[in-house]
C-alpha cells in the first residue's frame, strides 16, 4: 500500500519557524534536509535569486546522488536556459499546467504531438534546458515566484520509491520554494544589515584610534603609550573577573577599551611646550597640565552617550587617599573604570624612559604599586596588577 | 444562502509576503486590515509580545467597534488575567479544545455543568478574563505560539454576520495570528537591527567631528574654519549638480563632508610655533607647514576606505595650473574633492580675520576667486561659488 503524505500538514511543519532562522547558510540546509528527508527524493538542490549580482547561484545540493557542487561555486545568468525558461513570458505556456518543469514534460514537449512555436527557439531552449538538468542529476525544477519576480528554483532528483511526480506533490513542493525563497531573503537582508552594523561599529572603533592617535603626533614622549595603558587597562580589569574581585558586563570592557585609548585625549589642548618640557613643570604649568582630564571630557562631549568612559578620561589622576585631580574623589567614590586606568597609567609610566629619568624595572614598579595601595592606588585594579606580574603575564 | 470562505486559500493569500515588510507598524496595520476585511469581523486587535520589555502590548485595534487606543499604550505583564489563561500551564486545560477562548465559553465554564478546580483559581481568572474582554469589546481571543512562547494574541469583536464562530474559523485564526506575530517579530527585529546600524553610523560621523575638533583645540586663527569650509564645500557641490556641471551620487556627499571636516587634521602634527605663528613664515617653517597635507592622510590611514575622502585631505593645496602641493597636479588630474575643498578652503581663508590682516568682505573675496578660476583654481568649484554668492546662498 502506498503511504499517503499529508502535504499540507508537512507544508506547515517545514514553513513554520523559517522566518526566525537568519542565518541564510543554516536555513538554506534546513530546507533541502527536510525536502529529502520528509518528501522522499533522492536529493535536492536550490537556485537561489542573488539581488546583489542580479544572478541566480546555484546554493546547495544535497542527498545521495546530488551534483556535488561548492556553496555559490555555479552560478547562471538570466541567459542561463532554465532561468529563461522560468522568467520569459514566451516560455511561460510551456510549464503554466504543472507549475513546474520535468524532464518527461520536456520529452513530451520536443518528441510530442504538441506543436511548439517554430519562432521563438522554444524546441532549443527545452533541449538546452534538458541538458542542464542532466548535468544537475535532476527530474523536476519547481519554480518559486514573489511578485512575478523568480526568487528560486527547487531542483529535486528522483523519488525514492522510484514513482513520477505527481502534480499534488508539485504544488506542494511549489508552495514550500515559495516560502522558503522568501524566507532565503529574509535571512540574506538580515545578514547585510547585521553585517553594515559591524562595519559601522568597526569604522566608529577605528576612528576612535585615530583619534587617540593625534596624542601621540603632539606628545613626544607618549609613543605606544596610549596602547600600553588600553591593554594592562583590560588585562587589569579580566584578572579582577577572574580573581573575582569584581563581576564586569561585557559592555563595561568596551567603555574600559573607549577609555583607556582616549584618556590622555585633552592633552592635544596642552601646550607643547608644557607637554614637551623636559625639565620639571612649575607649578603653574603643572595647574595648566591638570586640565588635560577636563579638557578630555570637554573634547569627547559629542560622544557623551559613553559616560563610563568618560568618567574614565575624567578621573584617571583620582587617588585612593582623595590627593588626586580634578576633584579629589576618594575611596570607593572613585568610579572604577577610573581606578583601573590610573593603575595602568601609572605602571606604563614608571616603566618607560623619560629625558629626565630612566625606566624603572617591572620589578621596581610593581613594589612601587604595591606600596601604594590603598594610598595612592585602588586596591581591587592595584593587586590585579601585581598578581598579573606574578603570574608572569606583564 | 450562507458564503463559504475558503480559509486554506484566504490563510495563503495573508500569510504570502508578511515576511517581506520590514516595517512592524505597517504589517500590523496590514494584518488586521486583512482580517477585519476579508473575515468579516467587526473589529480585530492584536496583543502582541515584547522581548524587549518581557511584556504585552496591545498593538492595534481596528474596525468600527474596537477600542481605540494609541498604539503601545496598554501594557500587559505576565500577571494580566488574559497572558496568564494562555502561559500558565494550569490554565491551559481550559482552552486546549478549542485553540481560543470565546466568552460564551468562559460563561460554560463558570455557570455549567464541567467542574472547575477549585484548587488553582481558575474561576477567579476566567471572571477577570471576561471583565477584560468586554473592556476591550472581544468575544474571542486566539492565542500564537512559537516553540511554547506565546507570541500574540488575537483579539475579535463579533461577526458581521452576528453568528457565532466555528471551530474552522478558530483553527484559520490561529494558523494566521501564528504567521503574523512571526512576521511582526521579524520585522520588529529588522527595525531593531536596522537603528544598531544608524546608531553606530551617527556614533562613527561624531567621532569624526571629534577628531575635527582637535585642530581648533590647537591652533586658535581655525575657529570655527573647518565646519565652515565643510558647510562651503557641500553647498558647492550642490551647486555643481544644480547648474549641471556635476553629477555626483549620495555616496560623494559623505565623502567630502568627511573631507571637510579632516582636511587640515595633519596640522596637528605641525609644531604650535609654526602654527599659531603671527608673522610671515620662513621658507623653511612654510615647508613643515605644507606637511600637513601628507601627515593628514598618514593620520588618517585607518580610515583607508574613504579614498575619496583622502584625496580631499591630500589634495587640498593642490592648483589648477599645478603650481600647488604636494604633488603639482594639474587641471583635470586634479581629484575633484579636493578641487572643491580647495575653493571653499581659500574663500574661508579669505573672509576671516587673521592677526596679520583684516578680513575682506565676501564680494572682494568672491572677485579674487573669479580672477583666479582656471589658473588656482578649478573652473567647476570656482564657478558654482560664485554663483552661489550671486544668488545670495553665501
Redo the contacts between chains.
Sequence with gaps: MKTQIDY?KEL?AAS??M??I?DPKLLIKLIVRTIVHKVQVRHAGMILHDPNKNSYVLKISRGQTGVKVPADFARFDNNNPIIKLFTQNEFKSLINHRNAILTEDINKLIFGETLLDPQNGAKDLLQQVMSQMQMLNTVACVPAY??DKLLAILLLGLKNDGNRFEQEELNFFG?LA?DAA??I??AQ??ED??K??EK??D??L??????A??IE??DKYTHGHTERVTNFSLAIARQMVANGSANFPPKFFESLYIAGLLHD?GK??I???ILNKTGKLTEEEFHIMKQHTL?GVE??K??SEFKDSLEGVKYHHERYDGKGYPEGLKGEGLPIIAAIIAVADTFDAMTSDRPYRKALTKAAAIEEIKKNIGVQFHPKPARALVELFEQGKL
Excluded: C, D, W
Excluded at 206 to 211: A, D, K, Q
Design positions: 499540507k506547515e513554520k519557524g522566518i526566525m537568519h514573489y511578485q508552495a515559495s522568501m524566507a531573503r529574509n537582508l538580515f544589515l547585521k553594515e552594523a559601522n561599529r569604522l566608529f577605528r576612528t576612535t584610534i585615530v583619534l592617535s593625534t603626533a603632539k585625549i592635544i589642548a601646550p607643547e611646550s579638557r573634547i569627547l559629542p560622544l
